[in-house]
């Protein structure tokens, strides 16, 4: 099911609703129902691929409050997802790569891995120890406010700065120039994970002048 979302407004239980537009009719979903209805979608990609079942173990970042645990759990009950637990995403990790690599794992000698995921928003840090059959996690932090879009937000600036060098024209002061150089910064990034060099190129961004410019990854890093 695909939304368009109009406005937000709080509903008497004082939780946020959305007024949203499917399929021609107009809806008003707190944020529960649409989480379910996202998780009844993750439901049915597994079905399809041919598991079947309703228990699932959900992972949330570690800064999740009990508020925001409770609203997921409201959420897989309204997909019809049996919840066995919710557990923090550095836990899910670590049981992850301790189950996949248990062959690998030494009974006496200590392995210590870290674990860098770094999102569009956040940033997470887990580094634990191993042994066979045996895991302990020795240190987790997490930035709820420093991701990828982070990096996007910089790069526009450089290239913000040289276009007004160029033509006197500031373009990150204008948010349609903004958004625009915000969407080739990020294109330009995905690029550079795969290909050594990427190009950004925006047709009249500003007073119907372009702005191109190439980008390799160690000027990104």
């Avoid at 537009?21 to 979903?29: A, P, Q, W």
């Avoid at 079947?52 to 609203?71: L, M, T, W």
């Amino acid at each position: 099911m695909r939304f368009v979302t109009h406005e937000i407004e709080v509903m008497e239980s004082n939780k946020l609703s959305f007024n949203v537009k499917s399929m021609g009719k107009e809806h008003k979903l707190n944020i529960e129902q649409i989480i379910g209805f996202y998780l009844k979608k993750i439901r049915l990609f597994y079905e399809k691929a041919g598991y079947s079942g309703k228990d699932f173990v959900i992972s949330v970042p570690s800064y999740a409050s009990n508020v925001e645990r409770q609203a997921l759990l409201d959420a897989a009950e309204i997909a019809d997802i049996k919840c066995l637990r919710v557990i923090n995403e550095s836990t899910a990790i670590v049981l992850n790569y301790g189950f996949f690599r248990k062959k690998d794992l030494d009974e006496k000698k200590e392995r210590v891995v870290a674990f860098v995921d770094v999102g569009h928003c956040k940033t997470t840090i887990t580094i634990a120890s191993f042994k066979k059959g045996e895991a302990k996690i020795l240190v987790h932090n997490s930035e709820r406010n420093l991701g990828a879009r982070d990096f996007d937000y910089e790069i526009m600036k450089v290239i913000g700065a040289e276009f007004a060098k160029k033509y006197g024209d500031d373009p990150t002061k204008i948010p349609k120039c903004r958004m625009r150089m915000y969407e080739a910064a990020e294109k330009a990034r995905k690029t550079l994970s795969g290909d050594t060099e990427s190009s950004m190129n925006i047709d009249y961004l500003l007073n119907e002048e372009d702005l191109n410019r190439k980008m390799n990854r160690d000027e990104l890093q």
